[in-house]
């Protein structure tokens, strides 16, 4: 099925604990990007990709590392988890000469 | 950066009622999107409308880019439309900013 898809749906890390997120799309999208959302705050943009080898920084990119070896898949790294990070994150892209977004179902993460 | 800025907060109806949700941006933009995320924490994309007017059944949205100001209209609400209704612009940079969304209950 064509969309974005990312995992876990659910994940539960101690401090200090690191993982990746993960986020695939299969239509062929330049561009996709990694956003948090926190009661109140909206969505928040942490980085953003336009290609393959190509990261930047969004609005909130502290604590969190990108890269993008391929077109399909855009991982969100955690080193070592913090409190603060508990959040949901949401992943989409959407093709260079459009500019509508697709959104991933988001990932809801807990750290304790 | 950009700002957005949505009102009201948060908005109940009662099922039949229309309304409208607002969304204020500070700088010139080449991207605006309205989303809606239901209560299960979907985001689905109503519209991409950065000028002009389109209409998708009982929802419609409006740009006037010369001033700012983007609106959606819901008619004839039903309890299926509730959930949070995001605003999000993209001005001369590849950066998706979000406003901090309408929460809308609708009431049967």
């Known amino acids: 099925n064509a969309g974005v898809t990312q995992t876990p749906k659910f994940q539960v890390l101690k401090t200090g604990q690191s993982m990746t997120l993960q986020c695939a799309q299969d239509?062929?999208?330049?561009?996709m990007s990694w956003y948090r959302q926190d009661p109140g705050m909206g969505l928040r943009l942490i980085h953003y990709?336009?290609?393959?080898?190509?990261?930047d920084q969004g609005e909130v990119p502290n604590g969190y590392n990108v890269s993008r070896s391929t077109t399909e898949d855009f991982p969100l790294r955690l080193l070592s988890a913090a409190p603060s990070q508990t959040s949901v994150y949401f992943c989409?892209?959407?093709?260079?000469?459009?500019?509508?977004?697709?959104f991933g179902s988001g990932t809801r993460l807990t750290v304790v | 950066g950009i700002q957005v800025e949505q009102s009201p907060p948060d908005l109940i109806l009662q099922e039949g009622a229309n309304s409208t949700l607002r969304c204020n941006f500070s700088?010139?933009?080449?991207?605006l999107q309205w989303f809606h995320q239901n209560p299960w924490g979907q985001l689905i994309n109503l519209f991409y409308?950065?000028?002009g007017t389109k209409q998708n059944g009982r929802l419609s949205a409006t740009t006037v880019a010369t001033e700012r100001y983007s609106l959606l209209y819901i008619s004839s609400s039903q309890t299926t439309d509730s959930g949070v209704y995001f605003c999000?612009?993209?001005?001369?940079?590849?950066?998706?900013?979000f406003g901090k969304g309408t929460k809308l209950t609708v009431n049967p």
């Open positions: 989409a892209s959407r093709h260079q000469g459009t500019r509508g977004y697709t």
């Open positions: 239509m062929n999208h330049e561009y």
């Open positions: 990709s336009v290609g393959a080898g190509i990261t």
């Open positions: 700088d010139s933009v080449n991207n």
């Open positions: 409308i950065p000028s």
């Open positions: 999000a612009v993209e001005g001369g940079s590849e950066k998706l900013v």
